[in-house]
């Protein structure tokens, strides 16, 4: 009896995630089984799950990527350790992204195994696999060692260094073709966030949420079981996430002004609101990062890449919903569905990483 | 605003998770076959008993490396010999991140409390429950079995360039013991063939001096003891 009930036993986010895990099959027999109910229509053709798990999933794993490649192009062996982490977050951000896609019935992966290159998919379905194989290679000389092998064989290392910059091709192609798929609707995007650098914003925002990601990855991997970054390598990364939150806030705030876009007239609408909130999600993390002492606090840091993701989750949504609320004079709200959908497959990504980070040597010197 | 609504719930079931955060595990020690059992190689330099491979912090708390990235920590025979007799030891909380020269402990003893900084940087994963049951461990046998915790450490090899360790070591504790000698000269509180302390000195001198001698070696200030919690850690 007292083992039949030990799963009552279970933590607040044990019971959270077996809820959503629940709730999101449910949904997702429902929506396939039933067709789709959900508030995504012709005028609003991006929704939740498109805006959360598949555009910040894409984000994630694109900055991941970049991450990763910058550390071996620059040489950067202190930051050797991080490596890992950026493959794990990215194959993850990919694998929350298909299931995104997926989840969305009249866009499933059947394009997927077809050779089609016009197809949207066809570019994730190849950095999906590619990612995949980055890091499979990534643990591979562990494996090796851990199953009797003395020294790895040289193919290893030959292989892992082209297929992370592949990967990193792929995924930066289709994080900007992404970017260019919103900008195909004139006239039904506000042009708060339709503009023709989206692709470079794209890209520069992904990066700082793959940093972001590291530093919060590190910090409840040290709370957990002490494998993550010291504070050193968090405030160095911390550094670097302060200049590139620089750089973006700077051209975007550039872009909004070449266009003519008043940023002082303040009209009291819901976009200028979250548009407020977007950059002020940027702008609270850089004022934080550019002041030595509180660099120096790895809670600090932690606090700040809270913001950072919270900020690509604000423009992400912003840029697929609020924007086209705007320029439709429509509102748009999710169905429960969406919602339970949408919340599971981040679940699922946030539960396979603490497996991973539990299982894995994620910030150890390999 | 389904944006809003999004944030917020991120929002609130991170202030959940906070707010009903789960209390911390009693601790305990790690298990055997990651943390070996050790016999402390111990040397007589200048007259005074000098450990191998241990590297010292400033404040007179000690560190070994024990491989895989675990490192132990405890009070100098210094620090023991001061108080003489502890009485009680806090520590910080178990699986917490400690920086190096950051609050790693409390000794209580002599009528004081003093905290004692962490040697290194890393995250505190075991801590010793029979010193913190029997704290008298840490003066009788402060490099051996009166070690107070295990802290892992990504980055020992760049925290204990900070440190004192191999042929530094002696020279430092015998100016310690010099230094010492010198603020305690005029009130007689040494052994009589002028080197050693007494044990238990911090009790033997003038609230002022041993104000003094808390700040010179701990570089800290003493403080009045709190009452002993139950919970340890």
Redesign the interface.
């Known amino acids: 009896m007292k083992r039949t009930l030990h799963f009552l036993r279970w933590?607040?986010?044990v019971w959270?995630f077996a809820l959503l895990m629940t709730g999101g099959i449910y949904a997702s027999y429902a929506r396939f089984a039933h067709g789709i109910d959900h508030s995504v229509s012709k005028v609003f053709p991006w929704g939740?799950i498109t805006g959360?798990d598949v555009l910040c999933g894409i984000a994630i794993a694109t900055g991941g990527f970049t991450v990763a490649a910058s550390i071996y192009v620059l040489n950067l062996e202190g930051y050797r350790?991080v490596v890992r982490t950026c493959l794990v977050t990215s194959l993850l951000g990919y694998v929350v992204a298909v299931l995104g896609i997926v989840s969305s019935p009249g866009r499933t992966a059947i394009q997927m195994g077809t050779w089609s290159s016009h197809s949207i998919l066809y570019g994730i379905a190849w950095a999906f696999v590619l990612s995949g194989a980055v890091l499979i290679l990534e643990f591979a000389p562990d494996l090796w060692q851990r199953f009797g092998g003395r020294e790895p064989p040289h193919w290893m290392h030959f292989l892992n260094m082209p297929l992370l910059f592949a990967a990193v091709v792929f995924s930066v192609l289709y994080q900007t073709s992404l970017a260019d798929l919103l900008q195909s609707l004139p006239g039904r995007v506000s042009p708060l966030w339709s503009t023709p650098q989206l692709p470079f914003f794209f890209f520069v925002s992904a990066v700082c949420a793959g940093l972001a990601v590291v530093i919060s990855a590190s910090w409840h991997v040290?709370?957990?079981?002490?494998?993550?970054?010291?504070?050193?390598?968090v405030a160095g990364l911390g550094k670097v996430l302060a200049v590139l939150l620089f750089l973006y806030l700077g051209i975007r705030i550039a872009d909004l002004l070449y266009r003519g876009i008043p940023l002082l007239v303040w009209e009291n609408n819901?976009e200028n609101v979250?548009l407020g909130?977007e950059m002020g999600l940027i702008l609270l993390p850089i004022v934080l990062l550019m002041n030595e002492k509180s660099l120096q606090n790895?809670r600090v840091v932690y606090l700040c890449a809270?913001m950072v993701l919270?900020g690509l989750?604000?423009n992400r949504?912003?840029t697929c919903?609020?924007s086209v609320e705007a320029a439709m004079k429509s509102?748009?709200?999710?169905g429960w569905n969406e919602f339970v959908v949408a919340?599971s497959i981040v679940a699922l990504g946030v539960a396979a990483f603490s497996l991973m980070a539990k299982r894995l040597p994620l910030?150890?010197e390999p | 605003m389904s944006v809003l609504l999004v944030l917020a719930m991120f929002a609130l079931a991170i202030l959940w998770g906070r707010l009903f955060k789960r209390e911390v595990q009693p601790a305990v020690a790690v298990p055997e076959k990651t943390l070996r059992p050790f016999q402390p190689r111990i040397e007589s330099r200048f007259g005074m008993e000098v450990p191998r491979s241990y590297f010292f912090h400033p404040c007179h708390t000690w560190a070994r490396d024990e491989g895989l990235q675990l490192i132990r920590v405890g009070v100098d025979s210094f620090t023991a010999n001061l108080f003489g007799k502890i009485e009680h030891i806090d520590v910080a909380g178990l699986y917490g991140w400690v920086r190096q020269g950051q609050k790693l402990m409390t000794i209580t003893g002599a009528g004081i409390a003093v905290d004692l900084p962490s040697p290194i940087e890393g995250v505190l994963t075991a801590v010793n429950r029979a010193v913190l049951d029997d704290p008298a461990m840490a003066t009788a046998d402060p490099y051996g079995d009166g070690w107070v915790a295990v802290i892992r450490s990504p980055s020992f090899d760049t925290d204990r360039r900070n440190l004192m360790q191999g042929a530094m070591v002696a020279p430092w504790m015998r100016n310690s013991m010099a230094q010492l000698r010198e603020m305690c000269s005029p009130s007689g509180a040494l052994a009589q063939d002028g080197g050693l302390p007494l044990p238990g000195l911090l009790t033997r001198v003038s609230p002022e001096l041993r104000n003094r001698l808390i700040r010179e070696f701990f570089l800290t200030l003493a403080t009045v003891p709190a009452e002993p919690t139950s919970q340890h850690v």
Do not use: H
């Open positions: 933590s607040f986010w959270c939740l959360l350790s040290n709370v957990a079981s002490g494998k993550g970054l010291s504070s050193e390598r819901p979250l909130l790895p809270g919270a989750i604000t949504l912003n919903i609020t509102r748009y709200m999710p919340y910030f150890l």
